[in-house]
């Protein structure tokens, strides 16, 4: 089991930045760890928006960040960073951090056994 704690969430004005970060605990296979970002707004389904695998080596996004959130892993911390930029109101949803051992290629949304609480994140116009 992986335990995860996201922090970083808050309110921002559209156009603003910030940094959400999840510190992972736990039994960790370090070098076949999936990571990822996903989000949920009111009456929408969880999505996807950034991972990370491979000892940091692999990323992927979603087409709606791309350019804009930058996901990073620092090992040494078993932590994950999430640099949200240019931030707008569609971004607005409580972001959860995921994890998942033994993996080896990106796994999807249903792939990933670990969850953390969720950090709200709200841009206004």
């Known amino acids: 089991q992986v335990q995860l704690v996201e922090s970083g969430g808050g309110s921002v004005q559209a156009g603003g930045s910030l940094r959400l970060s999840c510190a992972a605990s736990?039994?960790?296979?370090?070098?076949?760890?999936?990571m990822g970002w996903f989000r949920q707004a009111p009456g929408k389904e969880r999505e996807e928006v950034a991972g990370i695998w491979s000892g940091g080596g692999a990323t992927r996004y979603a087409d709606s960040v791309k350019g804009r959130f930058t996901i990073t892993q620092d090992n040494a911390k078993n932590t994950v960073y999430l640099q949200m930029n240019s931030l707008k109101p569609e971004d607005t949803a409580i972001y959860y951090c995921a994890a998942v051992n033994y993996c080896y290629t990106w796994p999807g949304k249903s792939g990933f056994s670990n969850w953390g609480q969720g950090t709200q994140v709200t841009v206004s116009s």
């Open positions: 736990g039994y960790i296979t370090h070098h076949h760890l999936c």
